[in-house]
């Protein structure tokens, strides 16, 4: 009984963390979470539509976990609301992302494995494989149907004088639906706007923020490969230290092609707890 | 089926993350060393004393938490304490490839994230560190 109120106290206490996270909504970068912290970040994607696509708002929230300094993993919970339709859960998800390599070099592998139980009606559009997500038809028609996937990605990431790039290439496979296997892409880059700490606490000094650019969407399957029938997007990222545990995160996406929206704002804020693992493993194994 | 075995097989590697979390116990890593060419490497802000504020700043937010608010170390995350010669004694660019890098094996992650005069900052903070008594640190 205890331990079900302390759990959460626990989880729950602030601490200060440096929580500069990458300004990319998509793209994966090869920089982990420090290990034994944890980072909840609450964020969403709306649409602006075109014709005949529905406009919808798709938050999720996100609980992102050091396990160690080369291994990061990730649980989502996913929701979206569509604009005279309906608000409803679509799934959950669960990823590990592994650094390859010990040391810095100029590009950096990190390998992601995730799995997906999320339904048709999801929208948030975290990565986009395969062909564009319907967007046109009510959610009462796309949420009976299942998606367990299972998605690989190999992220390759390089720092270069203060520039992060990145890029990322996706494979995934739907156990529920005979779609074979989808492919996607995601490139980004980023670099922070001042490269010297000051030495003063301010929040709107140039160091605290960062910007750049991404760049992502499907490229078919191994049943359509190609551009065809394709969603894509290209976005500016922007992202504010807010306080040295918090993050706000922002990007408006302009989409490409006719399956895309017309516009996808993404906003993201985090939210970075410092040594949640030790403070579990104390709790279970009941060290001082 | 084919989704139970996935689901079954995430959720035991999420366990079995957070079973493998806790660093180590504490060892000086033997193997832990900067190339030659890194090591020789000097501090571009070493003529820019000043700096140091924001290395503090920058020390407080990324190393602390391992390492104590004065850069003792601390037992029990076996973290190095910055006051020894075993530290001090390496080079500028030693430091800042170790901070660059992190190790690891030991638990330590990698601050390539921060820009480089930013852990350049880092190392010159950890240099005055050895100058000042304890207390002015906290």
């Known amino acids: 009984m205890l331990k079900r109120w302390i759990i959460p106290l626990v989880l729950c206490m602030p601490a200060a963390a440096f929580a500069q996270e990458s300004p990319y909504f998509v793209t994966y970068d090869h920089h982990m979470e420090e290990p034994g912290n944890l980072e909840?970040?609450?964020?969403?994607?709306?649409?602006?539509?075109?014709?005949?696509?529905?406009?919808?708002?798709?938050?999720?929230?996100?609980?992102?976990?050091?396990?160690?300094?080369?291994?990061?993993?990730?649980?989502?919970?996913?929701?979206?609301?569509?604009?005279?339709?309906?608000?409803?859960?679509?799934?959950?998800?669960?990823?590990?992302?592994?650094?390859?390599?010990?040391?810095?070099?100029?590009?950096?592998p990190v390998l992601y494995l995730e799995y997906e139980n999320i339904n048709e009606a999801d929208l948030i559009q975290k990565e986009i494989e395969g062909g564009a997500p319907d967007i046109r038809s009510p959610n009462s028609a796309l949420r009976g149907a299942k998606d367990h996937e299972l998605e690989t990605k190999l992220i390759l990431s390089s720092d270069v004088h203060d520039w992060n790039v990145a890029g990322n290439f996706i494979a995934a496979k739907n156990f529920s639906q005979d779609e074979g296997v989808e492919f996607g892409y995601s490139v980004g880059f980023s670099h922070p706007l001042a490269t010297l700490a000051s030495g003063s606490n301010c929040r709107f000094c140039r160091e605290n923020f960062s910007a750049g650019a991404e760049a992502y969407g499907g490229l078919g399957s191994t049943l359509n490969f190609g551009l065809n029938d394709t969603a894509h997007y290209v976005a500016p990222v922007a992202a504010w230290l807010v306080s040295d545990n918090m993050t706000l995160r922002v990007s408006p996406g302009f989409g490409l092609t006719r399956q895309s929206s017309s516009m996808l704002f993404r906003f993201g804020l985090s939210y970075e707890i410092q040594g949640v693992g030790d403070r579990l493993a104390r709790l279970f194994k009941g060290r001082p | 089926m084919m989704h139970r075995i996935i689901l079954s097989a995430?959720?035991?590697?999420?366990?079995?993350?957070?079973?493998?979390?806790?660093?180590?116990?504490?060892?000086?890593?033997?193997?832990?060393?900067?190339?030659?060419?890194?090591?020789?490497?000097?501090?571009?802000?070493?003529?820019?004393?000043?700096?140091?504020?924001?290395?503090k700043k920058l020390f407080l937010r990324n190393c602390a938490e391992c390492h104590g608010q004065d850069g003792t170390g601390m037992a029990k995350k076996h973290s190095a304490n910055f006051y020894l010669s075993v530290v001090q004694e390496q080079s500028d660019g030693a430091l800042f490839w170790k901070i660059t890098n992190g190790n690891a094996d030991r638990g330590m992650p990698s601050f390539s994230k921060l820009p480089?005069?930013?852990?350049?900052?880092?190392?010159?903070?950890l240099r005055m560190l050895n100058q000042q008594p304890l207390s002015s640190t906290r």
Do not use: C, M
Not at chain 1, 57 to 63: C, D, K, L, Y
């Open chain 1, 40 to 108: 909840i970040e609450i964020s969403s994607s709306t649409d602006i539509p075109r014709a005949g696509q529905r406009f919808y708002f798709a938050p999720w929230t996100e609980f992102e976990y050091g396990v160690t300094a080369r291994w990061t993993a990730e649980v989502y919970l996913e929701g979206q609301s569509t604009w005279r339709d309906s608000t409803l859960f679509t799934g959950w998800r669960i990823e590990n992302r592994f650094r390859a390599l010990k040391r810095e070099h100029w590009i950096n």
């Open chain 2, 116 to 125: 480089e005069l930013e852990r350049w900052q880092l190392v010159l903070y």
């Open chain 2, 10 to 55: 995430s959720v035991i590697l999420g366990i079995l993350g957070i079973l493998v979390a806790e660093n180590p116990t504490y060892v000086p890593d033997a193997t832990w060393h900067a190339p030659d060419t890194a090591a020789a490497r000097l501090n571009p802000l070493a003529t820019r004393p000043g700096a140091v504020r924001g290395g």
